[in-house]
């Protein structure tokens, strides 16, 4: 038997121990009769800390805290208890598990400090992946007489079951544990966050993956149980982090900042919380560049606080360290070289934003750092090859974007993943429009419209491809490609724009005429439409006044 699990034995025998000693004595529980929680803590006659009227784990004698006040021996074992835990979180399973064994034997008939260390020994198996031995150890504390008398510890051990269930990817058990532990704690913070935490994950991993109608109400369930955690424990680091990220998937990125700003406060800028504070700046800024009225000054102070925060994420984390299959992992987690290639393209939305040269040459080099990452797969290199293809295409290195463009939709027919292929189509179908390689880009533009889904394709797509009908000449082909762009997306005003000034050069003036206006109703202080749709307006008047003469 190995030294860990050897340290097992001794908290069943004594859990067992106690149930004996509780039917021998007609105990209700482990503190006596009183069902006042906080009794057992109070009374010199009916506690835990060497009364003969209240049992314990075997013996009928007392041990050498019979003398002392209660709350001294409480403060004593929580003193302890922290030594411990800290021990454990710094992976030292060995050495948390030698105090563990001297706490249990300096208060053997103690069960709020054998509970306790019951919880910490399973943590510790937890920890050095004897997760069977860990779930046998919570369950054999779950059913173990007088436990419910200390609810944090009862509580806790429902929450490591469910955190196991988490781990192993089963939320919706996991969240029946976490709603056990809240009942029967209230006041337990890691319970209520991780009960938000499991139901946030029951969401986006659903088959619509936190983007179909019944996710809002999910969400709303997670921000509720993980702001009462906050509430409990207002510097709880991981419950706003995963605050955050709900606030994030409900388009809130204002409010996600200021939850990641103190997740980075309370975790540390070491901490995976610096990553996810980097995209969350990234979101905001490009939720304020896609508003009509924004502001520019916002847009680029939120870039590069984003950088600045990958800049910082990017010193502590190791970006050719491949997952195991075998490490912990969760949908929420961000590898290091997720960042990395996120960071090139915030560099890119900088440079777009200041037309700086620069930023595009450092997001060139960040895309080559991640792509001799050895262990990144052909998604990846679709996402590495897209980025560096777009800054070449800003610096007007058009046949290596060209280039790149290609190797990023070749890497994404490798795999169902393909996020980038319909925007690699559509750059590089951009590209040959500007070449004057219309027919080439017709076929993009094509592949373009459907490739990242079968169901809403993209009108920007449709738009240039109604641009390369036009341009040869074939304006029925156009006008049918704008119209197909305005019905997969009413407000798409460069559509009605063009497929305006189409109807003007064919005479169609009336229907030019209420393009236009659909142009000024989605945006009021477009000048050019207002000046087209008047001579529209002029020459659909002069047609009907020749009509009307002629009769």
Not at 117 to 135: F, I, P, Y
Not at 395 to 413: C, F, G, H, M, Y
Not at 419 to 444: C, M, P, S, W
Not at 454 to 475: E, K, T
Request: charged share 25%.
């Amino acid at each position: 038997m190995s030294v860990l699990n050897s340290f097992r034995w001794p908290l069943v025998a004594a859990l067992m121990a106690l149930f004996t000693v509780s039917i021998v004595h007609g105990q209700e529980n482990f503190f006596g009769d009183s069902t006042d929680d906080d009794a057992a803590f109070e009374s010199d006659s009916t506690d835990s800390f060497g009364s003969d009227s209240s049992g314990g784990f075997g013996s009928d004698s007392t041990d050498s805290t019979t003398e002392e006040d209660p709350a001294v021996v409480i403060e004593q074992i929580n003193t302890a208890l922290d030594d411990i835990k800290a021990t454990r979180k710094a992976e030292d399973y060995e050495g948390a598990m030698e105090k563990i064994r001297a706490l249990m034997e300096q208060h053997p008939t103690n069960g709020y400090a054998q509970y306790s260390c019951g919880l910490e020994m399973g943590r510790c198996h937890l920890g050095m992946g004897n997760e069977s031995l860990a779930m046998r150890l919570f369950s054999d504390l779950l059913v173990a007489p007088g436990i419910m008398s200390v609810p944090n510890i009862y509580s806790g051990a429902y929450v490591e079951i469910g955190k196991a269930k988490v781990e192993g990817g089963n939320y919706l058990e996991a969240v029946d544990d976490f709603t056990e532990a809240v009942q029967v704690d209230p006041n337990n913070a890691e319970a209520h966050h991780y009960l938000g935490k499991a139901n946030f994950l029951q969401v986006i991993t659903s088959p619509g993956g936190g983007m179909d109608a019944t996710s809002f109400a999910g969400f709303r369930a997670a921000m509720s149980s993980i702001s009462k955690a906050i509430e409990v424990d207002p510097e709880y680091g991981e419950a706003y982090l995963d605050r955050g990220r709900v606030l994030i998937r409900m388009r809130n990125p204002k409010f996600a900042v200021q939850d990641h700003e103190k997740a980075v406060q309370f975790l540390g800028q070491d901490s995976d919380a610096m990553g996810d504070l980097a995209f969350t700046y990234r979101s905001s800024a490009k939720a304020e560049a896609n508003k009509k009225d924004f502001d520019q000054a916002k847009v680029i102070s939120d870039y590069r606080k984003s950088i600045q925060s990958m800049d910082t994420y990017l010193k502590h984390h190791n970006v050719n360290e491949e997952q195991k299959p075998w490490d912990d992992s969760s949908p929420l987690d961000i590898p290091p070289h997720s960042v990395l290639i996120a960071r090139a393209e915030a560099k890119v939305d900088l440079g777009d934003e200041q037309s700086s040269n620069a930023m595009y040459e450092d997001a060139i080099k960040d895309c080559d750092s991640f792509l001799r990452i050895a262990h990144i797969g052909p998604a990846e290199k679709s996402q590495g090859y897209y980025v560096r293809g777009l800054a070449l295409r800003m610096l007007n290195r058009l046949d290596e974007a060209v280039d790149d463009l290609t190797k990023s939709i070749d890497n994404a027919k490798q795999t169902q993943q393909a996020t980038y292929a319909g925007q690699a189509y559509l750059r590089r179908g951009i590209i040959l429009f500007r070449q004057g390689k219309y027919h080439e880009a017709i076929k993009d533009f094509d592949d373009a419209t459907f490739a990242n889904s079968p169901i809403q394709a993209d009108p920007r797509a449709m738009l240039w491809l109604g641009f390369c009908h036009a341009r040869l000449g074939d304006l029925d082909s156009a006008s049918r490609a704008y119209t197909s762009a305005i019905r997969v997306y009413s407000d798409f005003v460069p559509a009605y724009m063009n497929r305006g000034l189409l109807r003007m050069k064919t005479g169609r003036f009336a229907d030019a005429y209420d393009d236009f206006n659909s142009v000024i109703r989605l945006d009021p202080g477009n000048k050019s439409a207002a000046k087209y749709r008047d001579a529209a307006k002029k020459y659909a008047d002069q047609i009907n006044d020749s009509v009307t003469a002629s009769f």
